[in-house]
């Protein structure tokens, strides 16, 4: 099937497929796929030791070491449904897409580094569009087929690593980088940013105080132009983010404690202010201060592993209008909470997740004035909803599935829409999930897990009946089966198959006429049902090839 769509599916096939070709030949040393993050699989950070070598990756050139990488997934990418949750509207989208990473890493036997990686994908860090049948239809639009220059890499991080002195070990990070703590979902994680990151301390206690300029990344041109990207660039937006955590080990566990800030001093037009009411007269803001503070454990035994994380919005919006009495400043009160678990059976391995992020206050006077006047933003947030415009610059990290209703695919950040402030399925504000699943190894080189959730959302809001009446929407968002798998052909060769498969809850059953639900800051989103009155399954299927060396 996959052969008959690609023939003529492009301008030049040949020049693209060539280019992928050119790719896979470069002679760079080798790896193993099996090491690279993948959906499901949380692969954990390393610093490696200056005095580690490795003659098929490392080079020396007297008091230096040059390592390299380089690592390109080809994709096949189809799913249906998840746009309107009915079979009759034509939303099915399937595309060959691609992703490929270049890194350099020179160290100084003194434990100086440079750092350097180019990537090519898409704005979402999702594979890019290399071959399709049509439009690709995603939530923030349409995307196109990349080709010729927009195949080019882009810079994505650099960065110096310096040590500052010996004691307590002290190193400064340069550059643009991202910083990450605890699951990566509270102080964001997935972009990088221009900052510079001062840690300190023994390896069983290192304390990182970190600073960078939010959406630098984004204002700087490191490679080719595309032009599905040009929305999300060149935003006037002044924001800066401060954060500190400290790392202790016990053994095998660990608990990191945080706190981050991120001040948006952006001015009230260049801001896409939810409380605003889409600039309707609503509550003008022109300096927001998003803290956040949390806590990350992680229990680690021979067989059992236990995981939990919780974290606290505090701050406030300050408005520049308070002339009426439902108006002034916001006050963030979101907060999250994760958990997971694991035990380790041999060929089998049980696994489990708990999340609840906070959601929206509703009423249904919000619902008939179709208006938000509200002072307090109790959905949590990484980054706030006074400026949404910041979402692609300080977001929480890819991986936490479910694969659909969170977008934690390699499809192009599509995923079905959900009550919340956002209007983003990839953002975990707005749900309870409870995960169960199960981990396989049945042989050598083999991974497979499956994974059930069941799916709520902890302020599902208000809308409108056929009579006309404002109801109380349901809470169940439905439920998921995901899968993933991957088998190591070679040390350098891998092949994966992800797939999900949602089943509508009754909140998308709800009998619904407005287009319009002010329940939950306008956005408790109203989908299309089929004739028969029920919203039908989506899915989603991505078939991968991986190659590194």
Not at 79 to 95: A, I
Not at 231 to 259: C, E, N, V
Not at 431 to 447: A, R
């Amino acid at each position: 099937m996959i052969s008959l769509k690609m023939m003529g599916m492009s301008k030049n096939p040949f020049s693209t497929l060539a280019i992928l070709f050119f790719l896979l030949s470069l002679s760079l040393p080798a790896t193993n796929i099996l090491a690279q993050e993948s959906p499901g699989i949380k692969v954990p950070e390393k610093e490696e030791p200056y005095t580690a070598f490795d003659p098929l990756h490392d080079r020396y050139f007297g008091d230096f070491k040059l390592s390299t990488r380089f690592h390109v997934r080809v994709s096949s990418n189809s799913s249906d449904n998840l746009s309107d949750l009915k079979n009759k509207l034509d939303d099915n989208n399937w595309f060959i897409g691609y992703h490929y990473d270049v890194i350099a890493s020179v160290k100084h036997i003194s434990s100086a580094e440079f750092f350097l990686q180019l990537r090519r994908d898409n704005i979402s860090e999702y594979d890019a569009p290399l071959i399709t049948d049509g439009k690709i239809r995603t939530l923030f639009g349409p995307r196109h087929t990349y080709t010729e220059a927009e195949m080019l890499p882009r810079m994505y991080r650099l960065y110096f690593d310096l040590p500052v002195t010996d004691f307590l070990d002290t190193r400064v990070r340069l550059g643009y980088f991202t910083y990450l703590v605890g699951n990566g979902y509270a102080l964001g994680g997935k972009y990088p940013n221009a900052g510079v990151t001062l840690s300190f301390g023994p390896e069983d206690l290192r304390g990182r105080i970190h600073y960078d300029r939010v959406d630098s990344y984004n204002k700087t041109d490191w490679g080719p132009t595309i032009r599905d990207e040009r929305a999300f660039t060149g935003r006037d937006t002044h924001a800066d983010f401060f954060a500190t955590d400290l790392m202790a080990k016990f053994g095998s566990h660990t608990i990191q404690p945080y706190i981050g800030f991120l001040h948006d001093y952006t001015s009230p037009k260049n801001r896409s202010n939810v409380f605003d009411n889409f600039n309707l007269n609503g509550t003008r803001v022109n300096d927001d201060l998003l803290g956040t503070v949390g806590i990350d454990l992680n229990l680690n035994f021979t067989k059992f592993n236990f995981g939990i994380e919780y974290a606290r919005n505090f701050g406030e919006a300050h408005s520049s209008n308070k002339t009426a009495p439902d108006r002034g400043n916001i006050t963030h009160k979101g907060w999250l909470l994760v958990a997971d678990a694991g035990y380790n059976l041999g060929l089998v391995r049980p696994k489990g997740k708990f999340v609840w992020a906070s959601g929206p206050e509703s009423s249904r006077r919000d619902l008939e004035n179709f208006r938000w006047h509200g002072r307090n933003n109790r959905a949590f947030s990484v980054y706030s909803p006074t400026n949404a415009n910041l979402f692609d610059t300080h977001y929480q990290r890819a991986g936490i599935g479910p694969y659909l209703a969170t977008a934690s695919t390699y499809l192009l950040n599509f995923g079905v829409a959900r009550p919340g402030v956002f209007g983003d399925p990839f953002v975990i504000e707005n749900v309870i999930f409870l995960n169960g699943g199960l981990e396989f190894f049945p042989i050598k080189k083999m991974y497979l897990s499956v994974d059930y959730w069941n799916m709520h959302a902890d302020e599902p809001g208000f809308g409108r009946n056929s009579a006309g009446e404002a109801v109380k929407l349901p809470s169940q968002l439905g439920h998921e089966i995901d899968f993933y798998t991957s088998y190591g052909i070679t040390s350098r060769l891998t092949v994966n198959l992800q797939g999900g498969f949602f089943l509508p809850g009754s909140y998308y059953r709800k009998d619904r006429t407005d287009r319009f639900s002010a329940g939950n800051l306008g956005l408790s989103p109203v989908l299309p049902r089929d004739g028969r009155g029920d919203p039908d399954t989506a899915y989603l299927m991505a078939l991968g090839l991986e190659y590194s060396f």
